[in-house]
């Protein structure tokens, strides 16, 4: 009977703290996203349903119902959401911009989750350009970054530029040069991710 009753009365202090964890957890992966966007990037991000701005932010906005929405955490599945902003500086053919060489590959950012996509989906390349693209994942799943010619991407054809196993909070890179004439893409092919819709198109411009 003593350890039934202290069975009963330890039950709401382990879900206690398993909210706890959870919690804990949302906490440091929005810290982490923080440094990732202030340091990697090097400019500020907005937040959205924070404040009001208009901006895809960091923690997200509050959609129809005041479902958490849009943003880093909350995935930009909500309604009225948006994705998290993310400003790879001047692009191709705007003032400003600036090739990536082999010698000096242009930086882009690119982020994996929270749910299967990528943000941005559609990225612009100059003709023949080096790009090292850093790709974050967001979220507890783990993605890949495969990269190339979209029906060599598609098809996931070993061989193609590729980096695997990019668990939740991790950044990992990939340098490629777009010397032909595209069509290119990335995706993701963990199982079942690509078939949702995981992947991105590639714009050559010039």
Not at 125 to 143: L, Q, W, Y
Not at 199 to 204: F, R, S
Request: glycine residues 18%.
């Amino acid at each position: 009977m003593n350890d039934e009753r202290t069975t009963r009365r330890a039950a709401p202090l382990l879900w206690a703290i398993l909210v706890v964890a959870i919690v804990a957890l949302v906490m440091a992966t929005a810290a982490l996203a923080a440094t990732v966007f202030n340091r990697g990037l090097g400019r500020d991000m907005s937040l959205t349903g924070m404040g009001g701005n208009a901006n895809g932010g960091m923690m997200g906005g509050y959609g129809a119902g005041g479902m958490m929405s849009g943003g880093m955490m909350g995935g930009g599945y909500g309604p009225g959401s948006g994705p998290v902003a993310v400003d790879n500086g001047a692009q191709p053919g705007e003032s400003g911009f600036v090739a990536g060489t082999e010698t000096s590959p242009r930086t882009i950012h690119v982020i994996a989750g929270p749910g299967l996509a990528f943000n941005p989906a559609t990225i612009a390349v100059a003709r023949g350009e080096t790009v090292t693209f850093e790709v974050t994942t967001m979220g507890p799943s783990v993605h890949e970054f495969m990269v190339g010619p979209a029906d060599a991407v598609a098809a996931d054809i070993e061989g193609t530029s590729e980096v695997a196993d990019i668990g939740m909070s991790q950044t990992k890179s990939l340098t490629y040069t777009f010397d032909g004439s595209g069509p290119y893409a990335f995706a993701c092919h963990a199982p079942g991710h690509y078939e949702a819709g995981m992947k991105g198109e590639i714009t050559i411009v010039g």
